[in-house]
């Protein structure tokens, strides 16, 4: 499964707050979260979003277990997440809903704003098709590939029943 998307950069310890602050835990259209995606720490996101893959620094998406944070990337156009880390329950979190994510160490520091990727979410191999350098992300195992094709964990529950 590969992914092409523009690099949208953010640094260490991006917390769910700033993913989606908490006045709007409220809402429940996931296309609603979406409006407010990062306007915790980048207003501008949404512009941004429509294919876009973050690329941040350590610890991405700690703070609360809100699973409205992956959520709201999700349904921003947000293709995928390569981070140096994750907060353990946003991970989980995201593989829930099928939102692709990669931990990478060295992606931040050869990327800016606005590159285009190419992720292959099988082998873990990142290219920058802007600067034509390429890094190796730890790869998906087969289980959370089959999570994210079929949309996450409720549709492959939905799929099992039949």
Not at 59 to 81: D, H, M, V, W
Not at 128 to 156: C, D, H, M, R, Y
Request: glycine share 8%; aromatic share 6%; charged share 25%.
């Amino acid at each position: 499964m590969k992914l092409l998307g523009k690099v949208v950069k953010y640094g260490d310890d991006v917390n769910t707050d700033f993913i989606i602050p908490g006045k709007y835990l409220v809402l429940t259209d996931p296309r609603e979260l979406a409006k407010h995606a990062m306007e915790g720490i980048d207003p501008s996101f949404i512009e941004k979003s429509k294919d876009a893959i973050i690329v941040a620094g350590k610890n991405f998406g700690c703070g609360s277990s809100r699973e409205q944070a992956p959520i709201s990337l999700k349904y921003s156009g947000t293709k995928a997440i390569v981070a140096k880390s994750f907060a353990r329950i946003f991970y989980r979190n995201a593989i829930n809903i099928g939102l692709p994510v990669l931990e990478c160490e060295d992606l931040w520091d050869l990327v800016r704003d606005g590159d285009e990727l190419m992720l292959d979410l099988k082998s873990g191999k990142i290219t920058n098709l802007t600067s034509n350098v390429s890094t190796q992300a730890q790869p998906l195992p087969e289980f959370i590939l089959e999570l994210i094709e079929i949309g996450g964990l409720l549709n492959k529950l939905k799929k099992a029943k039949v």
